[in-house]
T-cell receptor, first 115, second 112 residues
């Protein structure tokens, strides 16, 4: 079975500062990795995904993440945040070999960007 | 392509009533998922369809919950005899084969 741990429940940061949202996972099989963003009262939007290949993945809105297999981590970064990045961020995994591709989620990290 | 559509966006119901939610996936997406998200938590998997076949159900899906996807297009999720613990955001997602899932805006259920 897989599990996902998002190490910070809340991350406050000032506008234009860099940010890192941490995600660790546990799995006995190879996985796909995802970061989604959720704005208030909205659904989930995919930021980026790691399926294979380069361990540095670039996504939308200037975000990127690095897959580290030895540390089973997939931390999300942005070099300079904007007020509009204030949202809930979720890390998720799905079983590489499974057929259903259901997602197992972390509890989320609330990013608050202050002026 | 208008994305995944869910209806209604909000539903308030009295305890003990039945409710039904609808999800229209992106056209030609053969996979459809239902997730539940409670306040301050990540989404939890409920059930999965490939075309019209319901291939997996979470043990979270008690016998009061039933989901269908007739003809492999839209899906409905029905909750019978609602309880206060059913209050949550119900999220629908669709995907094509093994590509990433696209989510709808969700249906927020409040049981009073």
């Amino acid at each position: 079975a897989q599990s996902v741990t998002q190490l910070d429940s809340q991350v406050p940061v000032f506008e234009e500062a860099p940010v890192e949202l941490r995600c660790n996972y546990s799995s006995s099989v190879s996985v796909y990795l995802f970061w989604y963003v959720q704005y208030p009262n909205q659904g989930l939007q995919l930021l980026l995904k790691y399926l294979s290949g380069s361990t540095l993945v670039k996504g939308i809105n200037g975000f990127e993440a690095e897959f580290n297999k030895s540390q089973t981590s997939f931390h999300l970064r942005k070099p300079s945040v904007h007020i509009s990045d204030t949202a809930e961020y979720f890390c998720a995994v799905s079983d590489l070999g499974g057929n259903n591709r259901k997602l197992i989620w972390g509890l989320g990290t609330s990013l608050a960007v202050n002026p | 392509d208008t994305g995944v559509s869910q209806d209604p966006r909000h539903k308030i119901t009295k305890r003990g009533q039945n409710v039904t939610f609808r999800c229209d996936p992106i056209s030609e997406h053969n996979r459809l998922y239902w997730y539940r998200q409670t306040l301050g938590q990540g989404p939890e998997f409920l059930t999965y369809f490939q075309n019209e076949a319901q291939l997996e159900k979470s043990r979270l899906l008690s016998d009061r919950f039933s989901a269908e996807r007739p003809k492999g297009s839209f899906s409905t999720l029905e909750i019978q005899r609602t309880e206060q613990g059913d209050s949550a955001m119900y999220l629908c997602a669709s995907s094509r084969d093994r590509a990433e899932a696209f989510f709808g805006q969700g249906t927020r259920l409040t049981v009073v």
